[in-house]
């Protein structure tokens, strides 16, 4: 007795002129190999974006009433943590691996502890240290440079929503190239370089005076707003007064961008 079905002619599967094909189905059930996907679009993440604009934050506000209310008190008791030892830090180029930017501000410091690093978000990262003079020290002691990639460090703050920017106080070395020699003391050059940020120190050759090819000064550059590109100086001799065109070459920064003048994108 024949079985059900049987003498039926399967379906042919569409696009072929034969029976099923073992091999496509097989395909079918396990998805898309890793050739494909890598030749297809990109998969955006979701929830990676902490950035709310202002349209996006008036309809929540007009959807979500409540407010959920957190007494100070409990969180000055969490603050007390991070207030005075935690410093953020972000790449203004490719990400760094946070254990990287870690040991380098260990082996600068030459602290004798493991520093405490907790990634944030892609880019952004919080670096604990022992106590508040290291913290400090840390602070100082940059431009910091990491994997090639210059980072913006700057003190930890309470209601600091990571991923929505932010952190833009960045050190680096800027050089005054071709100042005349009558303005190489060390207070001119920190009143020149006043204009592209807040003037930390003067490098070694500088200060001593052992060479006078460009001044070089390290200062405190807030990377949110335009870079200054120089400024103009005005002296006086003889009773004439003269205005001079001074340059300023930020050191290991990347370039601005084209439109806006800032630097940590493109």
Partial sequence: MAEP???QPEAPVRGTTGGANPTASKAAEKGPSWAEVARGAPRQPEWTNHRISPRELEAMQNRFSEVVVVPEEELEAARLEWRSTTVLVRSLGRSVPGDWV?????????????????PLTEGCIAVRFANEADR???????????GGQMLAVDRWRPNFIPGAGGIGRVVAW???????????K???IFRIAARAGNPLALDGFTEKGSRYGFARVKVEVDSSVPLTPGTFVMGSSAGLEMKIWQSFIYENL?????????????
């Fill in 5 to 7: 079905g049987a003498g």
């Fill in 102 to 118: 870690a040991r380098e501000m260990q082996r600068v410091g030459r602290l004798q502890y493991k520093v405490g690093c907790f």
């Fill in 136 to 146: 400090e020290a840390a602070l100082r002691n940059g431009p910091w440079v990491v």
């Fill in 174 to 184: 800027l050089r005054l190239p071709g100042l005349p020699l009558d303005y190489w």
């Fill in 186 to 188: 060390k207070e001119t």
């Fill in 254 to 266: 990347p370039a601005p961008c084209s439109k806006c003048g800032r630097i940590g994108h493109s």
